[in-house]
């Protein structure tokens, strides 16, 4: 080809293909847009972690929803689904492997990831081949309020060197465990002597996976992975917003609260609360997958519905059980506001396919559920141990209650409600509802408050009909009152766990307040709309930027660097003294980032990770003894350390200024070598120590 020829042909070649892309669907161009950018952020390891992570929890749901019969669903309510779908498959394929006695290895996820990938862009090029419909100005501007919202949540750990405080630790040993024997981190050994463990684990599992795909630093994969999962709280919230009002208006508004406007959940990256995060998500999925079945009109729909319900019941069992008696509670409001409108005949058909429907939720989970029963249910049932609870911890924290804007929030959500109440709104009654079930399921105390009144109620009723049974049914109520009966606070439902979960109903009835008065048809009011729920967005994330609560951050990049120093150059079978800090009654923590030695390089320390209270009673007894004597040692009472050190056999010891081993208790004792020191850490080698 001449030199001549050359440029002519570059330009048919480039005309050619766009061309090509013009002739595309707008869906297509989507896709293909949205691969580049994955391609750039994969350059990353918090970018690899983002898109592993999405693949997960999107995928498997994904590639099994859309071959379900039926009309599709607004593309939001199809994320959540596919979110709660995939959520729920993972830990059921890691149960029902954990109980046949077998294991994922390693080979298999990443062979599975890379054929979840590939099925799911070709599925979505065959899918967006015809969709030719341009993004709504809401869908923009819901876009808009999840980018402000991505950003805020990589900004909100960019000083962070570890997860924060307490959750952190025990989830990254049961994700280390996890990814190690691919199956249920129901055992914990070798690193504490826990065997059945009635904790938990489908969060975790679901992380191994990703860890597994992408590798990387453990610590990392957490705090991306969390932060992906705090981010999407903002879409699934739209989501509900969207299932509960049917105005796009709704989603964007209640997108923006959750998203960059309420403290929660983005606070939670302090606890480390991510259990919580991936229930929150289900939940979602849950309400969606009922509301349909509720409403199905013929029994295909409805038997297809019922089936997606009972997946996600199952999931979500696995991943919190909290959360689990919360979805519950708005099951239960969707199915009250419902049957208002319904036949005798329907309820009872309806409620008998859902108790159906529970007992397979059941038995998919039934290996957890039988563990549950056995280390849970029947001690509880034979007095060995209590599922009531008392003093503080069922208390209300008004901090959290009331944390950054809430009293604004609540105000609002309050108005909203009121403002739906006067539209005769079902969304607003459903919400209440299930606002006050959690109220009820947290504070059981105000049953016997609330019964009298119905009582009376019911009781008058049976009177001016003359009908017997409802006349017994308020006397009985009546007989339920303060003086009577006085109903114990469950373990499982403080009152904190509610607070901090309100956003996601305050929101979506804020949201739908905001579409109700809110005029759309006129193009000033629109945009005036729209710079104010931006403004308020930026204000919102201004707020946040540094909402770690710097109490709850144990470690620092010194930390982190020492950990790495542990794993590189000590022994496998050594062990650490670490620092320790009272925290709940029986269980000690760490103060410092010595506290990360076994989760990240399973060696022994001291203190050990909170687990330890589900293991060996002995080993979980000399556990407590230990971190008590650490505790002792730093309020000024006469410790032997020496006597200690040489008891537990220590061979190393974590010091900081953080807790009670500090570095000058050892700068000049005979024997003690320090081997490592940056920045306030210094690890001394004992005269124990024995290579």
Excluded at 234 to 256: I, K, N, Q
Excluded at 273 to 302: D, F
Excluded at 354 to 377: S, Y
Excluded at 654 to 670: C, I, M, N, V, W
Aim: proline share 6%.
């Amino acid at each position: 080809m001449s030199e001549q020829q050359t440029p002519h042909t570059t330009i048919l070649s480039s005309s050619a293909g766009q061309s090509a892309l013009s002739q595309l669907s707008a869906g297509r161009r989507w896709l293909l847009s949205s691969l580049a950018i994955g391609a750039i952020i994969a350059f990353s390891p918090g970018g690899r972690t983002i898109l592993a992570t999405g693949l997960w929890l999107l995928a498997p749901g994904y590639l099994l929803e859309r071959l379900l019969p039926g009309a599709r669903l607004h593309w939001l309510l199809r994320i959540a689904l596919w979110i709660g779908i995939s959520a729920s498959i993972i830990p059921l394929i890691y149960l029902w492997i954990t109980a046949a006695n077998g294991h994922l290895e390693g080979s298999v996820i990443i062979v599975g990831a890379i054929l979840l990938a590939a099925g799911a862009i070709i599925a979505a090029w065959r899918d967006l081949a015809h969709l030719q419909v341009q993004p709504s100005a809401s869908a923009w501007l819901l876009i808009g309020v999840l980018a402000i919202t991505a950003w805020l949540r990589a900004e909100q750990i960019a000083d962070l060197a570890l997860p924060a405080w307490v959750d952190s630790v025990h989830h990254a040993l049961m994700i280390r465990v996890a990814a190690e024997t691919g199956r249920a981190p129901w055992t914990l050994t070798p690193y504490l002597p826990v065997v059945d463990m009635p904790y938990h684990w489908g969060y975790h599992v679901v992380i191994a996976a990703i860890w597994r795909t992408v590798g990387g630093e453990l610590t990392d994969v957490m705090l991306w992975s969390g932060q992906m999962l705090n981010w999407l709280q903002s879409l699934t919230a739209a989501a509900l917003a969207l299932l509960c009002w049917r105005r796009p208006s709704a989603a964007v508004v209640a997108a923006a609260v959750v998203g960059c406007i309420s403290w929660m959940p983005a606070y939670y990256v302090s606890w480390g609360r991510y259990t919580q995060l991936s229930g929150l998500l289900l939940l979602v999925a849950l309400a969606i997958g009922w509301q349909y079945w509720l409403t199905a009109e013929t029994r295909r729909e409805r038997l297809v519905w019922l089936g997606l319900v009972t997946l996600v019941i199952a999931g979500l069992s696995l991943i919190h059980m909290r959360i689990f008696v919360f979805g519950g509670a708005l099951i239960v409001a969707q199915s009250i506001v419902w049957a208002i409108r319904q036949s005798r005949s329907r309820i009872v058909a309806q409620m008998t396919q859902a108790l159906l429907a529970g007992v397979v939720a059941i038995a998919l989970a039934a290996p957890w559920w039988l563990l549950l029963l056995r280390r849970v249910l029947l001690p509880a049932a034979t007095g060995a141990q209590s599922l009531t609870s008392g003093g503080s911890y069922v208390q209300l924290n008004r901090d959290l209650m009331w944390i950054g804007p809430n009293e604004w929030l609540v105000a609002l959500a309050l108005i909203s409600g009121a403002l739906g109440i006067a539209y005769r709104q079902r969304a607003t009654t459903t919400i209440l509802l299930w606002i006050g079930g959690l109220i009820l399921l947290t504070n059981p105390w105000l049953v016997s408050y609330l019964c009298p009144p119905i009582g009376i109620i019911i009781l008058l009723f049976g009177i001016i009909r003359r009908a017997w049974l409802p006349g017994g049914a308020g006397l009985l109520l009546l007989a339920i009152n303060p003086f009577t009966v006085r109903l114990p606070f469950l373990w499982l439902l403080p009152v904190d766990i509610a607070a901090i979960s309100l956003f996601l109903p305050l929101s979506s009835l804020i949201g739908g307040g905001a579409a109700l008065i809110w005029p759309t048809r006129h193009r000033l009011w629109r945009i005036s709309g729209t710079m104010i729920l931006i403004g308020l967005c930026f204000w919102g994330a201004d707020q946040q930027r540094a909402i770690v609560n710097p109490v709850t951050v144990l470690a620092t990049a010194a930390d982190r660097a020492a950990i790495a120093w542990i794993k590189d150059h000590t022994p496998p079978n050594a062990r650490f003294l670490v620092n320790a800090a009272p925290w709940l009654p029986g269980v000690a923590r760490g103060n410092d980032g010595g506290w990360w030695i076994t989760p990240l390089t399973g060696r022994w320390m001291s203190t050990p990770p909170a687990l330890f209270v589900y293991g060996d009673v002995d080993a979980a007894e000399a556990a407590r003894r230990r971190s008590q004597q650490i505790i002792d040692f730093g309020n000024g009472q006469p410790i032997d350390l020496d006597h200690l050190i040489t008891t537990e056999q220590i061979d190393y010891i974590y010091t900081s200024a953080a807790g009670p081993l500090q570095p000058e208790l050892f700068a000049d004792k005979t024997g003690y070598e320090p081997v490592f020191a940056q920045d306030g850490i210094v690890i001394y080698r004992t005269p124990v120590f024995s290579p």
